[in-house]
């Protein structure tokens, strides 16, 4: 038999006098465990939704992989490259690669009776992935665009069609300045989107590949460049690789070069911002553990000083100090378990209530989203429930040696 189990668990569900000090100590050093705990779940779920939620948004304007022409990674310009069907086919054949569009840029002015926006233009093919936009369609709809023929239809996003005071099933007037001449183009608004993502929203409108590509007066098969989806994320940099090593430093026949970046290159503010909010987890991770090591440390004091006449009677018995110190450090480890049960339900509910109803709700001019959200990872809180434990347990082994000090016969007079 393990006395000391024994003895804990004998302690531990002993109801005896309720006026005793150490049944509110007990309650209060499982609420503390729980409510750390609960706070830790909370913020590493939020953490994970915005960083997923936002680095999503950001892949769905610049995908995975961007290939593009040399000339055009370090300007403004928008420099072309030959993505033909050859092209094509060598990419889409390295390993990690899910999917491949092209896609072309160019900048205009689109014109009301009333006003009028500077825009980018993004031309975009039949093989464009359209998940991303028809999931953020907020009024009319999005058919697939066309790289051989000019359909003169236009997606626009909300911010756009709020300021030209113009919805879907309008026609509107776009003008396109280059060194020699002004060209005008009469557009169909097919679609608006709302992605909350403002600096894209303010900037962007889809239009049709081969448009884009008349406009800019470029030969067949140039375009701004290619658009690459991997199948795993996490292995970003491996496909990456695989990218330099078989496209980058090429030429193509009109004698561009071909070089590429990813997500986190074209966009560092974003992806830096998100990880400092890891600095924000840690911090909040840290004095989470201090509240629950803290409580614990306070309610096993109380509890100590409480059970004097018993430790005095155990040490009488023969029992050595690290017997009694086993004992309490499993009285505590119940405590914390309670807690830590507790904590899981409270956290996980809440995590919930807001994955499924949106109670709470944000600015998306700030934070990019509408409602703040939330990502359970059950791994990562099953790390949380250990480690909660485990600090909590450690930080009472020094608060324990304070037993030791107790001597019997004192002891079994101390009320």
Known sequence: MNLP??????I???????????????????????????????????????????????????????????GSLNSSESYPICIDDSMMSVIDSIEGVRHVQRYAMTRGILKTDDDFLGVAFKGIGPEYDLNYLQANLTEGKITPFSDTKS?????????????????????????????????????????????????????????????ATKLNGWFEGQCSGAELTVDDFDHLDDVYTRIIEKVNRSMDRYSGIYTSQTIYEAYPQIFTWLELLDINVWIILGLMICLAGITMISGLLIIILERTSMIGILKALGSRNRTIRHTFLWFSAFIISRGILLGDLLGIGLVLLQKYTGIITLDPQTYYVSEAPMELNIPLIIILNIATLIVSISVLIIPSFFISHIHPAKSMRYE
């Open 5 to 10: 189990l024994f003895i804990a668990r004998r």
């Open 12 to 70: 531990y569900n002993d109801q005896g006098d309720r006026r005793k000090v150490s049944r509110p100590a007990i309650h209060i050093a499982t609420i503390g465990v729980a409510i750390g705990l609960a706070v830790m779940i909370i913020t590493v779920s939020v953490v994970l939704g915005f960083k997923h939620t936002i680095r999503d948004k950001v892949v769905g304007f610049g995908s995975h992989i961007q290939v593009m022409n040399m």
């Open 151 to 211: 359909t003169n239809k236009l997606l626009l996003s909300r911010i756009m069609a709020d300021k030209l005071n113009v919805k879907a099933g309008d026609r509107i007037y776009a003008y396109f300045i280059d060194e020699s001449s002004v060209l005008t183009r009469r557009f169909t608004i097919e679609g608006i989107y709302q992605t909350n993502m403002t600096r894209f929203d303010e900037l962007i409108c889809y239009t049709d590949l081969c448009t």
